[in-house]
């Protein structure tokens, strides 16, 4: 029989009532209690996992402790009972929210940052999942800001949740102006005033700086108090002499919210402190510096930081003098903000261009490759991937979009040009050109993934002269009708005619700057410029990798834009794709793509393609490209390979044949080591790269794990502090990096 209050006034007596209700409040508050009770118990399971080093969804299993407060996950669920988690999050203060994007899909954040992203494997299951943890959160968040987590240490206790005030706040208010803030206790006259650029070492205890919230929020406290006085000091009701009176909706509004905000700051306070009392507890023994606080300018201690790899085991000692030597390093280099100004008379010529050796012994390698295929899948994402060591490149990915620029003739006589077709055809033979360099042998290798603040500079020196005989010879070749189709052995024999006179000849610099910007995504900007002839180029370029069964796909992400300042034309185009096939055996590159060249002002493009080896049959490395003016109308035809002989045929009826395998290769004018930074690419790799000449694998290996875990923990203490990198040479516009001194018309000295 249904039944309240009203029913129960003309059927029960008044006595009876209320033992009925208090009977009924007791029912109420035991189902709750077992509800809560059962929302505490011990929830375990399979979810998928988006794991950050594979960047794909795994199977975990997943293990809820109510207790602790701690969701813990395991790889397998036979490993729980013999193995340590892989991971946990602390639920104290955390935030389970749905994802919108399907019914699965769920985001478990924790206070200290970290975060999991799951899915279930249903809408009910998710839901499931959510409201235990959700309740489990709840509970433990509930638990510390009822108690007094500084007091429990032996610290300083803030108020309690009451909001009570001082003695001394129940003195009468006559003014509502006489409430202030306090900042005149935060602003203290006898605390030094903190520079610019320098590392904070807390060497007061973490309960100190929580003394002195608790002192602010003391005084918050009062002046809450104050405003409350004030409002209810006012008239109970409006009168002609008095517009305001104390049941006003905006007083009321201004109590309530007073209130709420006091609340919320003292609950907050409780959390960070039982937080920062949980970080001390769990801090690891290596980590002897995380207290400190990283202000811009100045690089974080690495001295202290013990190295761990992803699966949490040491990979080796803070003490090793491998490991104290790239400390120190860093230490000094990895995070100044500040420019530096590269001398270049104190460049040599690289004694040869790049050049790397085969692999060899691939059969020794192969159960490193079957392992690592293993855990790869179709379609995944291979950015975060560790590969082995001894398919690297000698050379940094900064280093390798340097050696793209063999040709540096080609490229500083594209002002030079009379026509903006003339220009841009000139465009399109140094673009075609500059890949073979870059790509060194048969065999697929891989170079450094560039540390994040690591910079690389060179030089090449150009016979003026000799560029703008091959810039006349080539404008002559175009526009002339009648022109014979040139050989490759001529084409040779002309550019040995033109190097062998450099030496008389007046010569022009093209200078190079790169840095690595960002870690995740791994970005690489770089710039050229010549101010002689007022040219210049800049990119910011990231690098995806994807498997794709027995090769691996890696795409360019950005665009490169070429500035002609005499003209005001912009040419900008993208990188094409690098395909390594054959992984398994004996691996091989090649290119493909579609790219579009454009430039906005002159309304001239072109559209290359990097065609791919089909299954059967076809040839290896071919481009295809056509050149069209403003109509549309194509102006020049090209075929090839882009290693090897390719023919330009233009609108004219007149040809050319370009043989890339014969085209003198110029060298880079480098600063020695003895004089370079510690964040300059070959100083930075000279141990890894040492090791590699040596055929020590092992060491290359220790030394690369080395980079880049300092490279992690910098990384998660700039993402803990909120600081971003503090870049030398770029600057971010948008989602590309520009460099910051980019050559202006007319300016005729360099800016690198």
């Known amino acids: 029989m249904a039944f309240d209050g009203r029913e129960g006034s003309s059927l029960l007596s008044e006595d009876e009532t209320r033992q009925l209700l208090a009977v009924m409040k007791k029912a109420q508050e035991f189902e709750m209690f077992e509800e809560k009770q059962l929302m505490r118990q011990p929830l375990e399971g399979q979810l998928f996992k988006y794991t950050n080093v594979m960047k794909g969804w795994q199977y975990r299993w997943f293990v809820l402790n109510p207790e602790l407060g701690k969701l ?211 801090k690891p023994s290596g980590l002897q510096n995380s207290s400190s606080i990283l202000l811009p300018g100045n690089p974080p201690s690495y001295s202290s930081l013990q190295l761990h790899d992803t699966a949490d085991h040491t990979v080796s000692s803070k003490n090793s003098p491998l490991h104290l030597c790239y400390s120190s390093q860093l230490q000094e280099n990895i995070v100044s903000g500040d420019e530096v100004r590269i001398n270049h008379d104190d460049e040599v010529e690289d004694s040869e261009p790049y050049t790397d050796v085969e692999l060899s012994g691939m059969e020794e390698h192969k159960n490193v490759i079957l392992h690592l295929l293993s855990q790869l899948k179709l379609g995944m994402d291979l950015t975060k991937v560790v590969l082995p060591t001894f398919i690297l490149e000698k050379r940094s990915l900064l280093e390798m979009f340097a050696d793209c620029m063999a040709h540096p003739d080609l490229f500083i006589r594209i002002p030079e040009m009379p026509t903006p077709e003339s220009r841009m055809l000139a465009v399109v033979e140094w673009f075609l050109t500059s890949f073979h360099s870059g790509r060194q042998g048969s065999i697929a290798k891989k170079p450094y993934n560039p540390i994040i603040g690591e910079t690389f500079h060179c030089s090449w020196i150009v016979n003026e002269v000799a560029s703008d005989v091959a810039g006349q010879h080539s404008s002559d070749q175009d526009s002339s009708a009648t022109s014979s189709r040139t050989s490759s052995a001529s084409q040779s024999t002309s550019a040995t005619n033109l190097s062998s006179d450099i030496t008389s000849q007046q010569t022009s610099h093209l200078y190079y700057c790169a840095e690595q910007v960002s870690h995740h995504p791994p970005v690489s900007a770089f710039y050229y410029e010549n101010p002689e002839r007022q040219i210049c180029m800049d990119a910011s370029i990231w690098t995806r990798s994807k498997f794709m069964g027995m090769s691996v796909g890696v795409a360019m992400i950005g665009k490169v834009h070429l500035h002609l300042l005499t003209y005001g034309e912009e040419y900008e185009f993208s990188l094409p794709s690098a395909y390594a096939r054959s992984i398994l055996t004996v691996p091989w590159v090649e290119l493909g793509d579609k790219v579009t060249l454009g430039c906005e002002k002159s309304g001239y493009s072109a559209a290359v393609i990097f065609h791919t080896k089909p299954f059967y049959g076809g040839r290896l490395h071919r481009v295809t490209a056509e050149v069209r003016n403003p109509s549309g109308e194509p102006i020049c035809k090209i075929s090839g390979e882009w290693n090897g002989q390719m023919e330009f045929t233009y609108a004219n009826g007149s040809s050319k044949i370009v043989d890339t395998s014969h085209l003198p290769v110029a060298r880079k004018h480098v600063r020695p080591l003895k004089i370079q930074g510690g964040m300059e690419s070959r100083k930075l790799w000279q141990k890894v790269t040492e090791s590699l000449q040596n055929g020590d694998v092992t060491k290359a290996t220790e030394c690369k794990q080395q980079l880049e875990e300092i490279q992690r923990q910098n990384e998660r203490q700039r993402r803990e502090s909120r600081m971003p990198f503090p870049t030398k040479y770029f600057h971010r516009v948008g989602d590309e990096w520009i460099f910051k001194k980019r050559l202006r018309p007319g300016q005729k000295e360099p800016s690198i």
């Not at 070492?201 to 100190?208: A, F, H, K, L, T």
């Open 72 to 282: 813990e996950y395991f790889e397998k669920e036979e490993h729980k009972k013999c193995y340590r988690p892989r991971g946990f999050l602390r639920l104290l203060g955390a935030m389970v929210c749905p994802s919108d994007e399907d019914s699965q899909t769920f985001t478990v954040n924790a206070t200290n940052g970290e975060s999991y992203r799951l899915k279930a494997f249903d809408a009910r299951e998710r839901q499931h999942w959510v409201n235990r943890l959700r309740a489990t959160s709840e509970y433990h968040t509930e638990s510390l800001t009822n108690s007094s987590p500084l007091n429990r240490n032996g610290h300083v206790t803030t108020q309690s949740p009451s909001l009570n005030a001082p003695p001394n706040a129940n003195r009468p208010v006559e003014d509502v102006s006489q409430i202030r803030h306090p900042r005149t206790r935060i602003r203290d006259s006898s605390r030094p005033s903190i520079p610019k650029g320098h590392v904070i070492e807390s060497v007061q205890p973490v309960s100190s700086s929580f003394s002195d919230c608790s002192e602010q929020l003391s005084a918050v406290k009062l002046n809450h108090h104050l405003v409350v006085t004030a409002v209810e000091s006012l008239p109970s009701c409006s009168s002609p002499g008095n517009v305001i009176s104390s049941l006003d909706k905006d007083m009321l509004l201004l109590k309530a919210t007073s209130s709420a905000v006091t609340l919320c700051l003292e609950k907050c306070l409780s959390l960070l402190t039982n937080q920062a009392s949980i970080n001390k507890d769990e």
